[in-house]
């Protein structure tokens, strides 16, 4: 399978609008994101519940309809394919990580890595490289339900890697997770980011994920209302108190 282009960023999004119509109300849940990432960055989509950070993270992986504007992925509008090839282009180009893992019970760790790939020659070292990566290699033949939750996150993180997709995009991926878990999916993702030019998309609310992002987007009622570096110190304290900062401005200011 083709790598990511160089040509192209990994993702671009413009002006993407969604509401979801009920009866007689509609909520907004995005109105008008503009966002795009450079290969290799990690960017982590930071705000409270029910700013639209799941919609916004749906709408870049192509599962849901947008009301205005586009989703670009390595090149591709999402837009202009077909619900066949829009599966086919996310199984090839888009790694999803979910807060649940969503791996198969019945499958071995290093089954369910495999589970998305084509079968094609040099797979079996694919999947090697990935257990020995996310440090599983010793857990391959256990099934999901004797593995620890931080291992059957690094089990789905591999198989969101499987197919080399131009962007990895993750939904709370330690919101299952105590601490020390949570902080070890994260040094993964950051590393992976660094060693393998992955372009990573992170959604959370928790400052101590935030804090491992190349840039931390904050959203508030379905926008980003501002973005900001954390730097390299690593300070969870120091992200809360900036995300908040930002949060009690006057929207028209930030
Ligand atoms: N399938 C849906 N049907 C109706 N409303 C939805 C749906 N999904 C999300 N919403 C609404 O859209 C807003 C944003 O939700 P969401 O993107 O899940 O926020 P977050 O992930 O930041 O908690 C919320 O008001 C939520 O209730
Ligand atoms: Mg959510």
């Not at 993964?188 to 928790?206: M, N, P, Y």
Request: proline share 6%.
């Amino acid at each position: 399978m083709s790598s990511p282009s160089a040509r192209h960023a990994p993702l671009l999004v413009e002006g993407v609008r969604k509401e979801f119509r009920r009866q007689r109300t509609t909520v907004t849940a995005l109105s008008g994101v503009d966002l795009s990432a450079s290969p290799g960055e990690f960017i982590v989509i930071m705000g409270a519940s029910g700013s639209g950070k799941s919609t916004l993270l749906h709408a870049m992986a192509g599962l849901t309809d947008l009301d205005a504007g586009r989703v670009v992925i390595n090149g591709q509008d999402l837009s202009l394919l077909n619900d066949a090839q829009l599966t086919k282009f996310r199984g090839q180009q888009i790694g999803l990580v979910f807060q649940a893992f969503n791996l198969l019970p019945s499958l071995s760790a290093e089954d369910n890595i495999r589970l998305p790939a084509p079968p094609e020659s040099g797979l079996n070292e694919k999947v090697a490289g990935l257990l020995q990566r996310l440090n599983i290699a010793e857990r391959r033949s256990h099934k999901p339900g004797a593995l620890s939750g931080g291992e059957q996150q690094r089990v789905a993180i591999a198989r969101a890697l499987v197919c080399d997709p131009a962007i990895l995009l993750a939904d709370e991926p330690t919101g299952s997770l105590d601490y020390d878990a949570g902080q070890q999916i994260c040094q993964i993702l950051h590393e992976l980011s660094r060693e393998q030019g992955r372009t990573i998309v992170a959604v959370t609310h928790e400052p101590n994920v935030a804090m491992w992002a190349d840039r931390v987007v904050v959203m508030r009622d379905g926008r980003n209302i501002a973005e900001f570096s954390p730097g390299g110190s690593r300070d969870p304290q120091e992200v809360a108190s900036h995300y908040q900062g930002l949060l009690r401005q006057p929207l028209e200011t930030v």
